[in-house]
């Protein structure tokens, strides 16, 4: 029967990291409950959905949690419940005290509370990954490609292989992720110093956006492990499980060409404000787009609403070069391309009023790429 106390900021910490795997509207009611470990080296939270698994080890050595463990076990508690208790216990510090028939008591200050717990036995086991050899990055680096490329997957799921993200490691050291929706499309390449076995792995992105939110900037590398069908993120105190999507990605290379017919290079926080102001207005209109005319050396951006009005924008510019042109686009996708680019100016280039056009930054420093389709207007 367990039995510990701990510092209560730090456990709610980690409780609430374990959370972000549990869904409150489950299929499964189990999964709605928080696996808690007992063990003399540490205590192991573990939190599912079915999709993404977490593991959160709290180890008995780490002088911030303040961990004083009198007896080892395990049990499962209903997740909300259990955390909402947690944060709102008076004192710094609480102990955890098994009770027969799976309950559990609290206790903390003079606040003293008794939960209904469950036999961890009725919890599913994490489909094991053979944990030789991983792949090493940088968090850091990791979040930021994340951030490159996630936003651009699809919410659809009438094509499920697009809501993910496409990575892969190519000649043991040029590392991929691309995702794109069918309407545009984001791809960021590394060269990885340190070699490791090929792969081609299609991760949902909304566990790629939860992984980003569970690794904080101060855990500095993570190291990643596949199986057939699942992926494995794990630091020194997190193991991140989640489902890996089945079916064959399309191949996006061929949307990408080196040819253009004209090059514009703007300041992209100047360029992105100014798809801001136009997106206020083209919102108000069902599939609301913006027109770009590219004509006498200058570049200016109009959108029509009759239930709104009008914007008339003459974009600065850095340099320009190449045919005139007309294009018209959703901002959104703009908006949302320029906001995960970290360059202070951005180049893109056109080949027809009709042809995706592509994003990079102006100081060519990544190799980073995005694609926009446009919209055919009359």
Known sequence: MISFAINKAFFLHALNATKKAISTKNAIPILSTIKIEVAT?????????GQISIEHFISIENDDAGLLITSTGAILLEAGFFI?????LPDVTLDVKELPHYQVQITSGKSEITLKGKDVEQYPRLQEVDTQNPLILETKTLKQVIAETAFAASTQESRPILTGVHVMLKDNHIFKAVATDSHRMSQ??????????DFDVVIPSRSLREFSAVFTDDIETVEIFFS???ILFRSDNISFYTRLLEGAYPDTDRLLTDQFETEVIFKTVTLRHAMERAFLVSNATQ??????????????AYVNSPEVGKVHEELDIETLSGNDLIISFNPTYLID????????????????????FTLAPGDDSE???????PVRTN
């Open 287 to 300: 599939n609301g787009t913006v027109k770009l005319e590219i004509a006498d050396n200058a570049v200016n």
């Open 41 to 49: 080296s540490g205590i192991t939270l573990t939190g599912s959905n």
């Open 228 to 230: 057939a069908s699942q």
């Open 367 to 373: 190799n980073f790429i995005q694609l926009i389709t």
């Open 84 to 88: 909402n208790i947690v944060s709102s």
């Open 188 to 197: 960021r390449q590394l060269t990885l110093e340190k070699k490791s076995a």
């Open 337 to 356: 391309a320029l906001k995960a680019l970290k360059s202070e100016t951005v180049c893109i280039r056109f080949l027809s009023p009709v042809r995706p």
